[in-house]
C-alpha cells in the first residue's frame, strides 16, 4: 500500500527554522507533484508550497512566499520543506501529499487540485 510519512516537525521559537521532509513508502516521489499542506485548529486546510513533477516547479502561497522554500532530492527519494523565520501562526499541522495531474492554473495545485496520497502529518508550533 502507498504512504507517505512527515518529520521535521517540532517546538521552536519565533523566527527559527526547520526542515519538514516528505517520503513515500511503496512508490517513488520523482514523478509526482508534491504539496505541502497545514492545517490548525479549528481553521481550513492551507496549500503552502508544492513542487510539479512535470517540470520542477515551485509554487508557493503568498502567506509564505520568501520564507519557505521546497525542494526535491530524487537520490534519496525525498522532498523538503524549509521553514525560515518561523511565525506563531504557522503553527499547525503540516502535511504532504502526491499527486499525478497537471494543470495549467498553478494557484490551483495549492487551492483545491486533488492528490492521490496523503501522510499522517507532522506537528509544528512556534511558541516562545
Known amino acids: 500500500q502507498a504512504q507517505l510519512v512527515e518529520s521535521g516537525g517540532g517546538l521552536v521559537q519565533p523566527g527559527g527554522s526547520l526542515r519538514l521532509s516528505c517520503a513515500a513508502s511503496?512508490?517513488?516521489?520523482?514523478?509526482?507533484?508534491i504539496g505541502w499542506f497545514r492545517q490548525a485548529p479549528g481553521e481550513q486546510r492551507e496549500g503552502v508550497s508544492c513542487?510539479?513533477?512535470?517540470?520542477?516547479?515551485?509554487i508557493y502561497a503568498d502567506s509564505v512566499k520568501g520564507r519557505f522554500t521546497i525542494s526535491r532530492d530524487n537520490a534519496k527519494d525525498t522532498v523538503y520543506l524549509q521553514i525560515d523565520r518561523l511565525k506563531p501562526e504557522d503553527t499547525a499541522v503540516y502535511f504532504c501529499?502526491?499527486?499525478?495531474?497537471?494543470?495549467?492554473?498553478?494557484?490551483?495545485?495549492?487551492?483545491?487540485?486533488?492528490?492521490?496520497?496523503w501522510g499522517q502529518g507532522t506537528q509544528v508550533t512556534v511558541s516562545s
Open positions: 513542487i510539479r513533477g512535470s517540470d520542477g516547479r515551485t
Open positions: 511503496g512508490f517513488s516521489l520523482a514523478h509526482y507533484t
Open positions: 501529499a502526491a499527486a499525478t495531474g497537471g494543470y495549467s492554473a498553478e494557484s490551483y495545485y495549492l487551492t483545491g487540485a486533488p492528490y492521490d496520497y
